[in-house]
């Protein structure tokens, strides 16, 4: 395992971290994290890949974990620049330093969302998405969205404006978040338009996507409901050569999965393997 830095395009450093360096398989696979998720949540399973033979490559956004400026508030950081920036320089490094290496992409929540904001998503044979979805609130579970409404109506604008930065961990939700960050997931969440009205105002790549994808939704997942997981294959990701799993955690012999589980090490039996099979198919 070694940690090194990335310049992105704008001259800002991210930080990277590779797995298997040695390994011989000449494949690599590019881990995008969830919003508020650090790389190092990823390790153990970037490390089960490593040893089945790929060189894998994790990394953090500027704002979050390792990527993190000394002081967050009022840093800027958009959605456009994860994709467009970060996700750009890990997958330009992996181009330029393994040019014959064939390369996958294995995409958590907003790490699959965001493909289709980049022309990054080309270098990539196949991609897999993990709670990736069509974040719009009528998509979430009724029971549901009394919470959800709480949190980007009210909690988001307010601690944002307070901490000039917003503290996902004060509501569970993850590591602090640039401002910026924060804004954009409200408008995934609150505005019809979703991931498509964002990228509209930005960078709209997704009718180019056609390679192999596997959707894959937790059917416990209250983030990424099956519904809008269905909608994101359907309406965001029209073009691409489609598999859509949708895992029942009782299937599995698993209580519950939820949102983050499925990349813990306690459903590594279960459930690792999966994306494995379907880019080794």
Do not use: C
């Amino acid at each position: 395992m070694k940690t090194f830095p990335v310049k992105t395009s704008d001259g800002y450093t991210i930080t990277a971290t590779a797995f298997g360096e040695q390994n011989a398989t000449n494949k690599i696979i590019v881990i995008s994290s969830a919003i508020g998720v650090k790389q190092v949540f990823y390790a153990k399973y970037a490390t089960y890949l490593a040893n089945k033979g790929y060189l894998v490559f994790t990394y953090d956004y500027r704002g979050i974990g390792e990527s993190k400026p000394s002081k967050l508030k009022n840093f800027s950081a958009h959605f456009i620049d994860w994709a467009d920036k970060d996700f750009m320089a890990i997958t330009q490094y992996t181009e330029e330093f393994y040019p014959n290496h064939e390369k996958f992409l294995i995409g958590h929540s907003i790490g699959g969302i965001m493909i289709g904001l980049t022309r990054a998503y080309k270098v990539y044979s196949k991609i897999v998405t993990i709670g990736s979805q069509y974040g719009y609130i009528k998509n979430f579970h009724q029971k549901d969205k009394p919470k959800v409404n709480f949190f980007f109506r009210a909690a988001i604008p307010i601690l944002s404006t307070f901490y000039g930065y917003f503290p996902s961990q004060k509501v569970g939700m993850g590591e602090p978040i640039p401002n910026g960050i924060a804004s954009d997931w409200r408008k995934l969440i609150l505005k019809e338009a979703s991931i498509l009205g964002y990228a509209n105002e930005t960078q709209n790549l997704y009718d180019e996507i056609t390679q192999p994808i596997l959707i894959i939704s937790l059917d416990d997942d209250f983030m990424a409901t099956p519904k809008s997981v269905d909608l994101f294959a359907e309406l965001v990701l029209k073009n691409a050569k489609k598999k859509r799993l949708n895992i029942i955690p009782k299937e599995y012999g698993l209580d519950k999965i939820g949102h983050l589980d499925f990349f813990r090490e306690k459903n590594k039996e279960q459930l690792w393997q999966i994306p494995l099979e379907f880019l080794e198919e």
